[in-house]
């Protein structure tokens, strides 16, 4: 199997079912985790060197980080949903979070600055959600944490792909840095199935073909994009979320898309 195809394993201690660090992908930015808790299950850290943005995907946790408690947040049955709840945790900072009943929650990373900013909440309400594409080619965004949102280096966003319908496409990159056309960006996609039992298609590939790989992800896979253009197909009965974690030298997300396909983008 491909290294750039994660599969789950099975839950440790704290539930966490993907442990991806710099280190095991390869890369010098992103790192991804996912934690599926029992109620009352407690797991806490230190953020060290790195700023932290804990996605509630399903249920709730009480939440506290530096000095403050947040109290109970979360509260959607399952990531297709609407109204995703987060916690942003800067460097040199600590959280801790109970389930409140089951939940699953994951953990994106990257290098941060200590003291930058406080530790903060991003309800629904600070979320920005937009509608693009057309046709077999609609998907639906959610802008967690986005460019226009203070961090040091996270760029956070959820997408649902209709059944049947493309995402990440026409295919783009952004693995140059190379502004304003383009900037360097690592990328996890964290995908979920609706139902369950799905699959769907993701290629990474270069211009030059010294990439070219395409997997078929089933429900909880993660797929590491390192470089190159990276599409996604959901097929026909089969609603398709993902969560996008991405960081690179610079926090700015330009991309470039795939010459031989940016006709279908028109002038």
């Excluded at 299950?41 to 804990?54: I, K, P």
């Excluded at 959600?129 to 040091?152: W, Y």
């Excluded at 059944?163 to 295919?171: D, E, F, K, R, T």
């Excluded at 974690?245 to 700015?252: C, F, L, S, W």
């Amino acid at each position: 199997m491909s290294r750039l195809l994660v599969k789950p394993h099975a839950p440790d201690a704290e539930g966490c079912v993907h442990a991806i660090t710099p280190e095991s992908a390869g890369w010098s930015h992103v790192g991804f985790a996912v934690h599926r808790l029992a109620d009352g299950q407690t797991v806490s850290r230190a953020t060290g060197d790195r700023e932290h943005c804990l996605v509630l995907l399903s249920g709730k946790v009480a939440a506290t980080a530096g000095e403050t408690d947040f109290g109970v947040i979360g509260g959607r049955a399952s990531p297709f949903e609407a109204d995703p709840w987060s916690l942003y945790v800067p460097a040199g900072s600590q959280w801790s979070i109970t389930a409140q009943g089951p939940c699953e929650v994951a953990l994106c990373s990257a290098p941060g600055v200590v003291g930058a900013r406080p530790a903060r909440v991003i309800a629904p309400r600070d979320v920005g959600c937009q509608t693009r594409g057309e046709g077999s080619n609609t998907r639906h965004v959610r802008n967690i944490l986005p460019e226009t949102e203070p961090a040091d280096g996270l760029l956070v966003v959820e997408v649902i792909t209709p059944a049947g319908c493309w995402s990440s496409y026409p295919p783009h990159k952004h693995d140059e840095d190379r502004l304003p056309a383009e900037s360097q960006l690592e990328e996890t996609y964290y995908h979920r199935l609706n139902p369950p039992q799905g699959f769907g298609f993701q290629r990474v590939y270069t211009d030059d073909r010294s990439l070219d790989e395409t997997f078929a992800f089933a429900d909880g896979d993660v797929v590491l994009v390192p470089r190159g253009y990276h599409p996604v197909g959901a097929p026909h009965g089969y609603d398709l979320y993902y969560l996008n974690v991405m960081a690179g030298p610079k926090r700015i997300w330009r991309f470039h898309n795939d010459p031989a396909h940016a006709w279908m983008l028109g002038s």
